[in-house]
């Protein structure tokens, strides 16, 4: 009898002390529902275009999920935070027009059609920028494939076309397109076989600007004289030039992977308003360069792998040219750097590769506040001869040497712009890949170095850039 009562009473006390929790608990949660987070009071607005810059653009673009076992994309992800994040992303029309598709996933997983018509309805009528991929080209695919995304021409805007050619020139791809692009502006498309037919769908884009272009520029029409950005790669050098006599309004222009030669070539129209070129190739590249006038130009890449002394042409471009050259990078072309420096009064930053001997020889120039006298940023790439040893020659410069002309050039008693950023790395890799002993003195500080250590972190605490790396065989040492 006592044991029951015992029990009761003990009970009892559970249930008292249940409703105090409960009490408790309606008091605690009162407290959280009145809190809110500073992220979740933010205007749909702001919370909107935080999102939207969450985003990647057309050429990193994500895949729309095939399946519930693939790796979910941002837009998706911010739905799954809370209901508060999930209505603004899903009223932001933005988050949703940026995709990647794969027609190869299209004839597989039937389902994909299904989710891409969802995934675009959420764009509801914004610019769509995407990357349209497929691999295969070994039979040509079913016309209604293409017919999702190809209806919605009227939204593209920044499009990345990685296919096939037999698809590029299919009758329905190319009618579909024609005409139908008013609001395309940024086209990259790339084509790992030769066309073999003329490209029309891409002639009428009246607000197509940049371009970027692998192969045969010379079967793919487009309207050349808006466009203002122009990449291309793997051109002959015909290719190159037909470029440049077409796309009079450029103001951006690289070619990389230019081949061949430009035989009795036509000189193209003077290039007015183009500002940065880039010519990376062989022996085409120096051609090129000789009879191009560009009175505007501020940004020069030239690389043609050493495949032809282009003094004469390089020459011949500043002189008649006259450009205001702001950045200039060039290959192993020490001794053209000096003839034509006096042509560079406005140089601010300069990229170079030379060999470890001209090093010091640049550094005493620089010494004097006429030699380049607006110059910020120097980065040097430093090589050895084939008979160097690191024994005789243990390092590219006297680091003493180099100190001195950092203070100089930082110095405000200098007329010119502070001196903001130099960065070397000497890879005498050809000389020692087979000299594990070498390489291990190669990436120890000679004793200059260490001295001036100090000085330099001074002047890096400054806000100087400074930057010595060493790559010695497979091995790489960063000393500042």
Known sequence: M??????????????????????????????????????????????????????????????IPSSKHDQPPTAF??????????????????????????LDDWSSIPDLRRRFMEWVGRAKTSPLSFTLHRTSSSDLPSPTIFTPILDLSMQWWDVDLQIPSNVLIMEQFQSHLYGRLPNLQRLRLKTEERIAALVTAFEHAPSLRRVVLERQPRLILLPWRQL?????????????????????????????????????????????????????????????????????????????????GFKEEFLAFLSHSHPPLQRLSLPSAYQLLLHSASSLPQLAELTVSLQS????????????????????????????????????????????????????????????????????????????????????????????????????????????????VVRAGHAEKTWI
């Open 77 to 102: 992800i911010l739905t799954q935070i809370c209901r508060n994040w999930r209505q603004v992303a899903l009223d932001t029309p933005r988050l949703w027009a940026t995709f990647r598709v794969s």
């Open 2 to 63: 006592d044991t029951n009562q015992t029990r009761r009473d003990r009970l009892a006390q559970i249930e008292a002390q249940i409703v105090l929790l409960e009490a408790e608990r309606k008091s605690i949660q009162k407290k959280l529902h009145s809190l809110t987070y500073p992220v979740l009071s933010l205007p749909f607005e702001i919370t909107s275009e935080i999102f939207a810059r969450c985003l990647p653009d057309a050429c990193t673009a994500e895949n």
């Open 357 to 468: 001997g001209d090093v010091s020889d640049l550094l005493d120039r620089m010494r004097v506040a006429s030699f380049l006298p607006n110059l910020q940023s120097l980065v040097l790439s430093a090589w050895e001869p084939t008979f160097w040893s690191v024994i005789q020659n243990p390092g590219p410069i006297n680091y003493g040497r180099l100190l001195e002309v950092l203070n100089c050039r930082w110095s405000t008693n200098q007329p010119g712009p502070r001196f903001r950023s130099f960065q070397m790395t000497w890879s005498p890799d050809d000389v020692h890949r087979d000299k594990p002993e070498e390489n291990k003195l190669l990436l120890i500080p000679p004793p200059d170095f260490r001295l001036s250590l100090l000085s330099m972190l001074d002047l890096v605490e400054q806000g100087m850039r400074i930057s010595v």
């Open 228 to 308: 203002t950005h122009f990449t291309g790669g793997d051109f002959s050098g015909k290719d190159c030039l037909h470029v440049l006599q077409s796309a009079l309004s450029l103001v951006e222009c690289k070619f990389v992977g230019v081949q061949g030669f430009v035989d009795s070539p036509l000189l193209p129209h003077p290039h007015l308003a183009l500002k940065v070129l880039h010519l990376k190739g062989y022996d085409a590249c120096a051609t090129l360069l000789g009879i191009l006038t560009l009175p505007s130009l501020v940004e020069l890449s030239y690389d043609d792998g050493n495949a032809s």
